[in-house]
């Protein structure tokens, strides 16, 4: 049997991989650009979290974030690891769960997925992009520019929009719509948030733990705790990906409350920040020594309190402003980067036209989708890796006829 894979990135490898244990099925695994892996290479900030001890069923969303439950479970982080194992791939897990090549790099990630595809029954065609699908009677044909691939089963594995310069792109989208499947509106997630607010340029680079919560009309929309990165623009980080999936959609007004000290209260806060008023130290140096000097400049600015001031002249209430614009710090927010710069896609092809437990369309028998390009977004921290594995793998094994 003749299996054609179109995407030659983490679902699609190991969609391949999956078929090419029936040493019987021939597979064609088709890649746009010059190599495979190239998106995959740059995750993490080239580290590769290739998944967390923690994925399950939650931490998925789409109009159906229970379509990825199935996959997860027949294929998790405990699984994925010991396959990677086999193929050579020595990982380490931090306490957050978070999993990384043991070599920080994820070269390593690609390089071990690369030789294992060096098999007999698989064939690669790089820089090899599909313009056009047709069913055939017998199966598929694929239509482009320099020639026509026949196949008996389709898995179309192209990915999302998300990170354009490294291959993103609407390809897999385009195909699907053709075959009759339909699309939801494509936004950007595990984005950085652009501010109105003017002092973010002056932070540019200062990096700080906090507590980021969202907020749109004064209603919460979404918070979690960790690494916060200023920006030129704006706010990027852990914690702010983790928390920007539909921020800033539509209208109304946007906010994130910044506690750049979240396991500190403020009465601890105010205590010491009194204790300070014997120092003589200029008000410019209050919160030295708690917050990088940059940001404790900043807000002891934005508290309305004078740099030239000594930290002894300050009062009681004035103290108290400094104290709220560490704990409770509003950044108007005005809209997320757009998808060259978004880590993942929210939205996509419809889940309920494919079966979650085998991956095949509802619509075309013999077609299989997998990864990014459906419906099917996870939480920041290895997530979304472990859906393209845990997809790509079911529908390797399912339209090779292994399962």
């Given amino acids: 049997m003749v299996i054609g894979i179109i995407g030659g990135g983490a679902s699609g490898m190991v969609a391949a991989l999956a078929a090419a244990e029936n040493p019987d099925n021939r597979i064609i695994l088709m890649e746009r650009q010059a190599r495979v892996g190239r998106k995959l290479s740059a995750t993490g900030n080239g580290r590769c979290n290739l998944t967390n001890l923690h994925a399950g069923e939650r931490g998925y969303h789409g109009d159906?974030?229970?379509?990825?439950?199935?996959?997860?479970?027949?294929f998790g982080p405990e699984e994925t690891l010991r396959w990677f194992r086999s193929l050579g791939l020595f990982t380490v897990a931090e306490d957050s769960g978070r999993v990384y090549p043991y070599s920080d790099q994820a070269n390593s990630v690609v390089d071990v997925l690369r030789f294992a595809l060096e098999k007999p029954n698989i064939t690669q065609k790089l820089g090899f992009e599909v313009e056009k699908v047709k069913?055939?009677?017998?199966?598929?044909?694929?239509?482009?520019?320099?020639?026509t691939v026949e196949c008996d089963k389709l898995i179309i594995a192209c990915g999302g929009l998300a990170g354009t310069k490294l291959g993103g792109t609407m390809s897999g989208y385009k195909l699907l719509r053709s075959l009759g499947h339909h699309c939801t509106k494509l936004r950007p997630t595990l984005v950085q948030l652009k501010s109105g607010w003017g002092g973010v340029g002056g932070l540019k680079g200062v990096r700080a733990n906090c507590h980021a919560a969202i907020y749109h009309n004064e209603v919460l929309h979404s918070e979690s705790t960790g690494e916060l990165q200023f920006t030129e623009y704006g706010l990027s980080g852990p914690v702010i990906f983790e928390v920007s999936r539909d921020a800033c959609q539509g209208s109304g007004d946007w906010k994130?409350?910044?506690?750049?000290?979240?396991?500190?209260?403020?009465?601890?806060?105010?205590?010491?920040?009194?204790?300070?008023?014997?120092?003589?130290?200029?008000?410019?140096?209050?919160l030295t020594g708690i917050l990088h000097n940059r940001l404790g400049r900043v807000l002891t600015q934005a508290a309305g309190?004078?740099?030239?001031?000594?930290?002894?002249?300050?009062?009681?209430m004035e103290i108290g402003e400094a104290v709220r614009a560490v704990k409770f710090f509003d950044v108007a927010l005005t809209e997320p980067m757009?998808?060259?710069?978004?880590?993942?896609?929210?939205?996509?092809?419809?889940?309920?036209?494919?079966?979650?437990?085998t991956m095949e369309s509802r619509i075309v028998p013999g077609l299989y989708a997998c990864g990014e390009v459906l419906d099917i977004d996870g939480d920041c921290g290895g997530y979304n890796l472990q859906w393209a594995w845990s997809s790509g793998r079911l529908a390797g094994l399912h339209a090779g006829g292994i399962l």
């Fill in 64 to 74: 159906d974030g229970a379509f990825a439950a199935y996959a997860i479970q027949a």
């Fill in 135 to 147: 069913k055939t009677a017998g199966g598929f044909r694929l239509e482009c520019k320099e020639e």
């Fill in 256 to 286: 994130c409350r910044l506690d750049f000290l979240p396991e500190i209260g403020e009465e601890v806060l105010k205590s010491e920040l009194f204790r300070r008023k014997t120092t003589g130290l200029p008000a410019s140096e209050l």
């Fill in 305 to 316: 309190i004078s740099a030239q001031r000594s930290i002894s002249e300050l009062s009681e």
């Fill in 338 to 357: 757009g998808m060259d710069s978004a880590q993942v896609t929210a939205g996509g092809i419809l889940t309920k036209e494919f079966d979650e437990k």
